[in-house]
């Protein structure tokens, strides 16, 4: 059974006298311990798309199910609940809670969630930020920055990651440590990942390569 699994997926937005169909007919699923990339031009509907897997948008029309729960009809809240409990968000930029302490960054989470978490300064430990336990996100490197991200999306052990761009601000070998570690900590934790890529010379890390373009969405033999 597919931790993640997309049915018919249309999105359209009102654009002037338009609509804009962004996403036309889109399926696709990913398993545990399996980490997909998801590769497009800009402006295809990459984003759209992760945000649609993760709930914080609505599909127009079509099933999202996770763990074979149907979430596209889910409420507001109901939304936030399951993205704070089932999901592990690693955006382009971090976004880092300026005035938080590193080891506050996972503590903050874990005490607005209700699920049970690991242990947030081993999780830091383990991904080598144990020095930066007590430093402010802007005494960090950006590839440190993202280290923390990934810590933060693991903390309450979701069921699946999903990373959007993840090293776009990153070089080239910074950006292949982040996909490292996601892959290995995906591997280890036998998660469910979905990461957006421009950067094809990552997809040595991954399991899976999904190509959109045109709206439709297409599996790419690895
Ligand atoms: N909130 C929105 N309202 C209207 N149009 C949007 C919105 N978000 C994205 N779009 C449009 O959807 C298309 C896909 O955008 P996006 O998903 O951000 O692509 P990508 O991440 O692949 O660059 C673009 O044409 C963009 O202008
Ligand atoms: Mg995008």
């Given at each position: 059974m597919p931790v993640l699994e997309l049915k018919n997926i249309v999105k359209n937005y009102p654009d002037g006298e338009n609509i804009n169909e962004v996403l036309k007919d889109i399926s696709f699923q990913v398993k545990?311990?399996?980490?997909?990339?998801?590769?497009?031009?800009?402006?295809?509907?990459?984003?759209?798309l992760l945000t649609i897997m993760g709930a914080l948008l609505s599909p127009s029309s079509g099933t999202v199910l996770l763990n074979n729960q149907d979430i596209s009809h889910f409420s507001k809240k109901q939304q936030t609940q399951l993205r704070l409990n089932e999901i592990g968000f690693i955006f382009q930029n971090s976004d880092l809670i300026p005035y938080l302490k590193i080891s506050e960054q996972l503590q903050f989470i874990q005490k607005i969630s209700n699920k049970k978490s690991t242990d947030a300064i081993a999780i830091l430990k383990q991904l080598g930020l144990g020095h930066r336990?007590?430093?402010?996100?802007?005494?960090?490197?950006g590839g440190?920055?993202?280290?923390?991200?990934i810590a933060r999306a693991f903390i309450n052990q979701p069921d699946l990651i999903l990373a959007d761009e993840p090293t776009a601000s990153l070089d080239s070998k910074r950006g292949r440590e982040v996909v490292q570690i996601i892959q290995e900590t995906v591997h280890q934790q036998n998660k469910a990942a979905v990461m957006v890529t421009h950067d094809e010379r990552i997809l040595d890390l991954v399991d899976s390569i999904w190509q959109?373009?045109?709206?439709?969405?297409?599996?790419?033999?690895k």
């Open positions: 545990k311990g399996e980490f997909a990339a998801i590769m497009g031009p800009s402006g295809a509907g990459k984003s759209t336990l007590s430093s402010y996100p802007n005494a960090l490197s440190e920055k993202q280290r923390v991200a959109i373009e045109d709206g439709k969405l297409n599996k790419v033999n």
